[in-house]
């Protein structure tokens, strides 16, 4: 447990989850510190204490329940938002959104922040692959040669006695 | 199953005739050697020299009338018949996926290739229709997350513009790069109707890319296309020469290879094109019966996966006269080595591929002549020993003048002029791709420009041949070796190829070639005995063997490299106008802020919440199994007992998000510090 005192921890997540929302693209001052306060007031003593991680997943989980990102792309989604880019490019263009009171976001910024997904690869589509054989060629390969050989021999003696008439 | 459309008699006329002059010349230069070796009577040395020789020359032969057709078939701008063009700026109706399969390589340079590609084809204005896949099969935890940070940065920066570009990593490395790309072709292939194959080094430019794509599209049997990549972007001197002999050379070598073969062309492996339900349809790999290295997994997949589109009845078609398509070379002589001792065993294991059901003829000599190129240098090895053996026994032997109680003398016999002829036929033959090569760019005055001059292409060839010859008696002694260790069955592995430069010190040169140098000292030990006009056949063979450590360890250089460089020597057209891909990668490059990671990877995932929250994401929407519970839970344990953990097992842990959290609670938990007083007490 961190021996900080618990005004001093949230001054100390305060400072880093504004430093964290600048860096993901919320550059009006004011929208941070609104943010932040929101975002600290729904924090426990616990989450306090390791401010960082317990500030951002806190904010991750914010956003991916009011966007309803859960239920559009599953587990995957939600884990996809902690990247980051979900909120860099939604908190970043819709602050208002976000510090609203309504939980209601636009289809604009719901839009965007699907679009903003770091899908690292589409759902797949799968189909069969199968092993070729690779079984070398054997007797009955060159018997098949023989027969074929035999056969033209005998079709081309056929068709040279029909053309001389024997 | 397609049945092919071309004309059966244009491609059995143009094989017959350089198969056929191939096959004549080596006749006649046997025959040569036998009217010079027959002088004093051929014993049992004499006619295995003849046997060895016949083999040996046809190989060089074939390689020269090949290159002939290329050089005529270069001046004319001939293009391959049978291979439609589609009309210039046709919009693209398919789409392709860009594979870059990775294996532990600087994350860096990779996706700063990617991007170049990328932003070239957004250009394009065709970039929606190419979306970008890096299959990784990583196993180093830390440039693991290195690749995730470098794809995070990468589709940060690309949002938005042209294709998608995906990331995926594979917990377990089934059937290494065939099964990467096996892999894709079972998941998302069906997304796709074409995707193009690259290596960790590859590079193409976007007008290629498109340009593929349109062929493919008018070209309904095409199941695959290949563009000869050349050798760029290195510095060691090494490298420079490689990188010489490739651009003068491929577009001659290349354009002979796709007059004979036509439809029936090979695969390199990458910078191709492949049509995706062609591939998927007839390319997935059995293992092959027995043990490895003949049996089990198929490594030098690539021919046989053309050999097996040619089979399932598309069209395999080399296109040289696209460029654009681009490598890089080992950059010195030990890693050359490296990298040939994996293909060796490869091409090797297709013996057992030769002989399968179904393949083409052409398919077939293909596989022959992949097994040939590391074959040929024992043959030559045994050639060489074998004319010695018959020089040395000739001279010992005590001359008999007087025959069959005859009173008339019978003088020994020798015609030195005709063994001489023969050695320049030999040399002339061996070295005419490259001057051939040399002879179209003095003709064409724009491309001897690119080379930096006439004066200057002509000497840097001059260096080049005379160091490939002194370093060939070495490369013959490591294939030689390469093929005698796949014989006895020891395993090359699977290590990834060095990429960074200036890394050879003159012990590692002398430890590495310590063989070589001590075949060389015996040999020059025989000239003691032999007669000097003797000496001067083998003397090039033992001064290549005895200074292979100094041009191993002077060719690693950087230094050297970059003077030869300075002057024009061995300067390729993409050094004098480069590429803006390959310009815009090189400042990607320079500006990337994906750094390596400190500590270990778990360690760096403890203490950034951002990159273990991108980790987290990616395992969780990858798809893939963790690993085996057992390794997870007896690596989690060890981290909770203070133990240090593996890569692998910090791998395996990496894998799972349980055991992922675990670890990093571990990790993140304060150190527990020690009490003042009782420090101040001890």
């Known amino acids: ?166 | 199953m397609r049945r092919l459309a071309i004309s059966g008699v244009d491609p059995m006329l143009r094989r017959a005739a350089v198969f056929g002059t191939a096959v004549l010349t080596t006749g006649l230069a046997t025959l040569e050697l036998r009217a010079v070796l027959s002088l004093n009577g051929l014993g049992i040395f004499e006619a295995l020299l003849l046997v060895l020789f016949a083999v040996s020359f046809l190989w060089i032969s074939l390689s020269f009338w090949t290159s002939l057709v290329g050089f005529f078939a270069l001046l004319t701008r001939w293009r391959p018949q049978g291979l439609a063009r589609p009309k210039p700026g046709r919009t693209l109706e398919s789409r392709t996926a860009i594979l870059m399969p990775v294996y532990n390589e600087d994350p860096r340079e990779v996706f700063a290739r990617v991007q170049a590609m990328h932003e070239a084809l957004a250009d394009t204005g065709e970039g929606e229709v190419f979306d970008v896949f890096i299959l990784s099969d990583t196993t180093d935890p830390k440039v693991w997350l290195a690749e995730q940070q470098a794809w995070f940065d990468l589709t940060r920066a690309r949002a938005g513009q042209g294709g998608a570009i995906y990331y995926r990593r594979r917990s377990e490395n089934r059937a290494r790069k065939s099964g990467n790309i096996a892999d894709f072709c079972r998941r998302w292939g069906a997304r796709y109707d074409f995707m193009v194959v690259l290596d960790a080094d590859s590079l193409m430019t976007a007008d290629t890319l498109v340009e593929l794509a349109r062929i493919m599209e008018a070209n309904p049997s095409a199941g695959l296309l290949q563009v000869p990549p050349t050798l760029i972007n290195r510095r060691s001197l090494f490298a420079r020469m490689q990188q010489f002999a490739s651009a003068l050379a491929t577009p001659v070598l290349a354009r002979g290879l796709a007059f004979w073969q036509l439809g029936e062309g090979n695969f390199w492996g990458h910078n191709a094109i492949i049509r995706v339900r062609a591939f998927t349809e007839c390319c997935g790999l059995p293992n092959l019966p027995g043990q490895a290295p003949f049996g089990g997994l198929i490594l030098s997949h690539d021919f046989v996966e053309a050999a097996l589109l040619r089979r399932g009845g598309w069209k395999v078609w080399m296109v040289p006269e696209l460029g654009g398509s681009y490598e890089e070379s080992p950059p010195t002589v030990l890693d050359f080595a490296v990298r040939d001792r994996r293909w060796c065993q490869g091409n090797l294991q297709h013996m057992k591929i030769l002989v399968a059901k179904g393949l083409h003829p052409i398919s077939r000599l293909h596989l022959a002549m992949g097994v040939m190129s590391y074959a040929a240098s024992p043959l030559w090895l045994v050639f060489l020993l074998v004319g010695l053996a018959a020089a040395v026994e000739t001279h010992l032997a005590k001359t008999r003048y007087f025959m069959d109680h005859s009173p008339f003398p019978v003088w020994p016999q020798s015609d030195p002029w005709a063994a001489i002829q023969l050695f320049a036929l030999a040399m002339a033959m061996l070295f005419a791709p490259k001057l051939f090569s040399l002879l179209a760019i003095l003709l064409d005055g724009r491309r001897a420009r690119l080379f930096g001059g006439r004066l200057r292409a002509t000497g840097s060839l001059i260096l080049e041949l005379i160091f490939s010859t002194l370093i060939a008696p070495a490369m013959m002694l490591f294939h030689t070796s390469f093929v005698l260790e796949v014989l006895i069955g020891r395993d090359s592995g699977w290590g990834s190829q060095r990429r960074e430069e200036g890394k050879v010190s003159l012990r590692e040169a002398f430890d590495r070639h310590r063989a070589q140098v001590l075949a060389g000292i015996l040999l020059a030990s025989v000239f003691i005995v032999l007669p000097q006009s003797l000496g001067w056949w083998f003397s090039p063979l033992a001064a290549g063997l005895i200074l292979a450590p100094l041009l191993s360890f002077a060719t690693a250089s950087l230094k050297l490299g970059d003077w030869m460089g300075r002057l024009g020597i061995f300067r390729i057209p993409e050094e004098t106008e480069p590429l803006p891909v390959l310009r815009r990668a090189r400042e990607i490059l320079a500006a990337s802020r994906v750094s390596e990671v400190e500590g270990s990877a778990l360690q760096a995932l403890a203490a950034d919440p951002k990159r273990l929250a991108l980790h987290r994401a990616l395992i969780a929407g990858s798809g893939e199994m963790p690993a085996p519970q057992a390794l997870v839970s007896t690596a989690v344990s060890r981290l909770e007992a203070g133990r240090q953990l593996d890569g692998k097992e910090e791998a395996a842990v990496m894998t799972d998000l349980g055991a992922l959290d675990r670890a990093v609670r571990v990790l993140s938990a304060p150190v527990p510090t020690e009490n003042p007083g009782s420090r101040a007490a001890a």
């Open chain 1, 1 to 166: 447990m961190d021996s900080l005192t618990p005004s001093r921890n949230l001054m100390r997540a305060s400072e880093i989850l504004d430093s964290f929302l600048l860096e993901l693209g919320l550059e009006e001052g004011l929208e941070r510190a609104r943010l932040v306060m929101r975002l600290l007031s729904e924090m426990t003593a616990e989450e306090l204490s390791q401010p960082l991680a317990a500030a951002e997943n806190k904010l991750v989980a914010w956003v991916a329940d009011i966007c309803g990102v859960d239920s559009l792309h599953g587990t995957a989604a939600v884990e996809s938002a902690k990247a980051g880019v979900l909120l860099a490019g939604a908190a970043g263009k819709w602050p208002t959104s976000f510090l609203a009171d309504a939980r209601e976001v636009t289809a604009a910024c719901r839009e965007a922040i699907i679009l903003a997904l770091p899908v690292a690869a589409p759902a797949p589509l799968p189909v069969a692959m199968p092993d070729q054989s690779l079984v070398p060629v054997g007797a009955e390969w060159l018997g098949q040669g023989m027969a074929r050989a035999r056969r033209r021999g005998v079709e081309s003696l056929a068709q040279t006695r029909s053309i001389s008439g024997r």
